[in-house]
T-cell receptor, first 115, second 114 residues
Framework: AQTVTQSQPEMSVQEAETVTLSCTYDTSESDYYLFWYKQPPSRQMILVIRQEAYKQQNATENRFSVNFQKAAKSFSLKISDSQLGDAAMYFC????????????FGKGMKLTVNP | DTGVSQDPRHKITKRGQNVTFRCDPI?????LYWYRQTLGQGPEFLTYFQNEAQLEKSRLLSDRFSAERPKGSFSTLEIQRTEQGDSAMYLCASSSPSFLWTYTFGSGTRLTVV
């Protein structure tokens, strides 16, 4: 069964600094998508960034970038210039390119941003 | 389009009662997904629809749970004979291949069974 592991339940970062959130996954599929979602206290899950496994180039969205290591099955999220609004639960998720369309989520990680 | 809407936001019910939740997806999205999230956990997949067809159901979806999407637009999730273990946040999401699989989530319905 496919699993997504976020081994750090909580992290904190100082405002304006950089933080990296880790995620590993286990799958025998060769083609898949990976996602990072943010869930602020208001509850709505918001897509942060998305990566297709066939793309070697790491995805980037403004202050958010990923380090995708396919052989190591690792998908970490780097947040640069952290802002108070980045404080939230962050979830890593996976789904295969074909077949089932369900997202498999990790347990999440709580990020605190200190002023 | 205002995104994915879920109603109600909160529901408190007595054990044994039936409850129904509604989800209105983004109109251009033909896929609709239901997830359940308990405290301190990531969302767990329950079921999903492509238009009105229910294509996959999780083993988590016991016989007491049923979901419909009758006209391929909004969806309902019904839980019959609720149990305390059903207390959770129920999330709805929509997506579409033409939107590069950017799953958009609603704010959820928090169910408390007392």
């Amino acid at each position: 069964a496919q699993t997504v592991t976020q081994s750090q339940p909580e992290m904190s970062v100082q405002e304006a600094e950089t933080v990296t959130l880790s995620c590993t996954y286990d799958t025998s599929e060769s083609d898949y998508y990976l996602f990072w979602y943010k869930q602020p206290p208001s509850r709505q899950m918001i897509l942060v960034i998305r990566q297709e496994a066939y793309k070697q180039q790491n995805a980037t969205e403004n202050r958010f970038s990923v380090n995708f290591q396919k052989a190591a099955k690792s998908f970490s999220l780097k947040i640069s210039d952290s802002q108070l609004g980045d404080a939230a639960m962050y979830f890593c998720a996976w789904r295969p390119t074909g077949g089932s369309e369900k997202l498999v989520f990790g347990k999440g990680m709580k990020l605190t941003v200190n002023p | 389009d205002t995104g994915v809407s879920q109603d109600p936001r909160h529901k408190i019910t007595k054990r044994g009662q039936n409850v129904t939740f509604r989800c209105d997806p983004i109109s251009e999205h033909n896929r609709l997904y239901w997830y359940r999230q308990t405290l301190g956990q990531g969302p767990e997949f329950l079921t999903y629809f492509q238009n009105e067809a229910q294509l996959e159901k999780s083993r988590l979806l016991s016989d007491r749970f049923s979901a419909e999407r009758p006209k391929g637009s909004f969806s309902t999730l019904e839980i019959q004979r609720t149990e305390q273990g059903d207390s959770a946040m129920y999330l709805c999401a929509s997506s579409s291949p033409s939107f590069l699989w950017t799953y958009t989530f609603g704010s959820g319905t928090r169910l408390t069974v007392v």
